[in-house]
């Protein structure tokens, strides 16, 4: 019994370690300390939980205060405050460093402003079915085309949405684009599941509408002929007014002297009833005006654009915005036709009209996705207004690039226009379009037709580009469907039967041949819409125009700026003579910049290698039918 009793204390003892601090140690910790009792501690036992009565001895709370004011602990202590405070700054140091050289986020801009758009035509651009004409799904089939094109926007006018494998006449769309002819047929379905891809791949769609007019074989025309002169008794009263019509002139052939947009051609013509209607749509007498100061019209057509909004489209084109309203007295003046003149376009009529239209319209807006009103006008000196009343307008600037001095195009149309505009207001810029039924390539010079293209992109608004302009093409009209190889007997690969409008192209002009080809128009244009849509001083960006008084009035120079953002120039020289000219005398324009593109006679481009080619700006010499980008970080 008495070995278990000397086994477990043995034991116990093993379990318990005794801490003992002696005197001498405690008087060298503490002077003061007066009482030097043992702190004891009461252990459990690990197995049995009993209190062993072991006890060992620690610091009391005035000892430990001696201890670590000890000169070693002092500094150690010193030390992990400067490194802790060391390695915070570094840190703070570094984040401001991160944050100053990391790529700044764009600002956040309207969809309208930072897409390109491209106007394209389904019949003539890829056709799925082999009826020989271009359809919605073969726009679909090559979406990634548009998104190599860094275009995201496009705008389709005149096609024949009823009927998908039948051409149209190019100068209007189908009788059936009044509203009450939609019912949700078929049709409508059709392009309401379009509309609803192009979504799907974060693409906006653009629709450009001809409502001033309709087909000779409309209903409301139908009726409206019906009416004789001064007659409102019958059942067709209604629809008496809805179209621009004056009583035979028994002393003149024509009413008086107002033509159509087509130069040189009358606009009126004899109908049925022994009655002229007017018609301002150019070269036809198939598609008479509607009198849109009729108020029952007005509502008639703004349900016909809420009918196209309301399936989904993003923006909608009013054509011949400029003649939405015409003057009355004109209308009926009576009087022998001398000088063939327009009417007179562009009446507080119109504005008043399209700023009603607009508030219907912006109902279908909800947050970001914004739904445009656009007004298509062929005059700058209108712009301001037509800003006023939808917030956006098309300028259609083909006819003025072919004006002496250039500059006026640029100058007066670009920059003029900013001053009195809102910031929410935007404007879009078209060049090529099949009204001439001439490509763009063949309205002046091909190679000025391509600079003017290029300076339009980098301006400011959205650059419209027209289906086969980023091909370069020359052959053909605007309609003639795109060549997407160069494979004559097959169609060029736009339908498997004969194209419904005939095809001839030169070698270097297919989408295939130009993909392999490094310094293609198509691989430049590729390079540009991704630039523009990089660089928000060049989408969003403040707009400078400048010109050396000395120089030939056709330079064209302006700069491109947005606070943070790289700063650009563009030096274009479409016609004058090569001159060597000096930019540093000018506001915000520093003494060197960097190249980023030249564009060269003959439609050749050349895209720099990196920053180290600067260009000295104090003598920068430009030859004719040429231009250069450049840019700079400001200070």
């Not at 501690?41 to 000890?70: I, N, R």
């Not at 003046?333 to 009529?349: F, G, I, V, W």
């Amino acid at each position: 019994m008495g070995d278990v009793n000397i086994n477990e204390t043995q034991k116990d003892k093993d379990d318990v370690e005794e801490v003992v601090i002696n005197d001498d140690e405690k008087a060298q910790l503490s002077k003061d300390t007066k009482d030097n009792d043992e702190v004891k501690q009461t252990m459990l036992h690990e197995d049995s939980g009993k209190d062993t009565g072991v006890t060992f001895t620690g610091l009391t709370k005035e000892e430990l205060l001696v201890y670590s004011s000890k000169p070693f602990w002092v500094r150690l202590r010193i030390a992990f405050i400067v490194l802790f405070c060391v390695v915070w700054v570094a840190l703070l140091v570094t984040a401001i460093i991160l944050i100053a050289t990391a790529d700044r986020c764009p600002p956040k801009v309207n969809w309208k402003k930072k897409n390109v758009v491209y106007n394209v035509v389904p019949r003539s651009f890829q056709d799925t079915n082999g009826t020989g004409y271009g359809d919605l799904d073969g726009v679909l089939q090559h979406l990634d085309y548009f998104s190599k094109l860094s275009v995201h926007t496009l705008m389709i006018e005149y096609f024949d949405w009823s009927n998908w494998t039948r051409p149209v006449d190019i100068d209007m769309l189908n009788t059936r684009w009044v509203a009450s002819s939609w019912n949700f047929t078929e049709e409508q379905e059709i392009f309401k599941d379009f509309v609803s891809k192009l979504h799907e791949k974060d693409m906006k769609l653009i629709m450009s509408i001809d409502i001033l007019h309709t087909q000779t074989d409309h209903p409301w025309f139908i009726e409206s002929q019906k009416c004789t002169s001064g007659d409102t008794s019958n059942e067709t009263a209604g629809y008496c007014d809805y179209y621009l019509w004056h009583p035979v002139n028994q002393s003149a052939v024509l009413p008086n002297s107002l033509m159509n947009l087509d130069n040189g051609e009358t606009g009126w013509f004899l109908s049925d009833n022994n009655r002229y209607y007017f018609s301002i749509a150019p070269g036809t007498k198939k598609y008479p005006t509607l009198n849109l100061r009729n108020s029952k019209v007005q509502d008639e057509v703004l349900k016909a654009l809420e009918s196209w909004v309301s399936i989904g489209i993003d923006g909608i084109v009013i054509k011949y915005a400029d003649y939405l309203t015409m003057n009355d007295s004109e209308i009926k003046e009576s009087s022998a036709p001398s000088t063939l003149k327009l009417p007179t376009k562009d009446l507080n009529e119109t504005f008043t009209i399209l700023a009603e239209w607009k508030k219907a319209i912006d109902k279908f807006s909800v947050l970001d996705q914004t739904k445009l009103l656009i007004a298509d006008s062929t005059d700058p000196r209108a712009t301001a207004q037509f800003i006023n009343a939808t917030g956006d307008v098309m300028n259609n600037i083909r006819s003025l690039i072919q004006q002496d001095p250039v500059i006026f195009t640029f100058e007066n149309v670009f920059d003029v226009h900013y001053l009195n505009i809102s910031v929410d207001s935007h404007e879009f810029w078209q060049l090529g379009d099949f009204a001439s039924l001439r490509r763009l390539a063949n309205e002046v010079n091909k190679d000025l037709s391509h600079l003017y293209q290029v300076m339009t992109t980098l301006a400011g608004g959205t650059p419209v580009i027209f289906q086969g302009d980023e091909l370069h093409l020359s052959q053909g009209t605007p309609l003639t469907p795109i060549p997407w190889t160069s494979d004559k007997d097959a169609s060029y690969n736009f339908t498997a039967s004969k194209p419904w409008l005939e095809m001839s192209y030169t070698s270097g002009d297919s989408v295939e041949e130009q993909n392999k080809t490094q310094n293609s128009p198509l691989n430049f244009y590729r390079y540009l819409f991704r630039l523009r849509a990089e660089e928000p001083a060049l989408y969003n960006g403040n707009i400078n125009f400048t010109r050396d008084d000395g120089n030939d009035k056709s330079w064209v120079i302006f700069t491109r700026n947005l606070e943070y953002w790289p700063s650009y120039l563009i030096v274009a020289n479409p016609k004058g003579p090569t001159e060597t000219m000096n930019l540093t005398s000018y506001e915000g324009i520093p003494t060197k910049a960097e190249l980023v593109f030249k564009c060269m006679p003959g439609g050749k481009f050349e895209i720099a290698k990196g920053d180290e080619d600067m260009v000295d700006l104090s003598a920068i010499s430009v030859e004719s039918e040429s231009m250069v980008a450049l840019k700079w970080i400001p200070e």
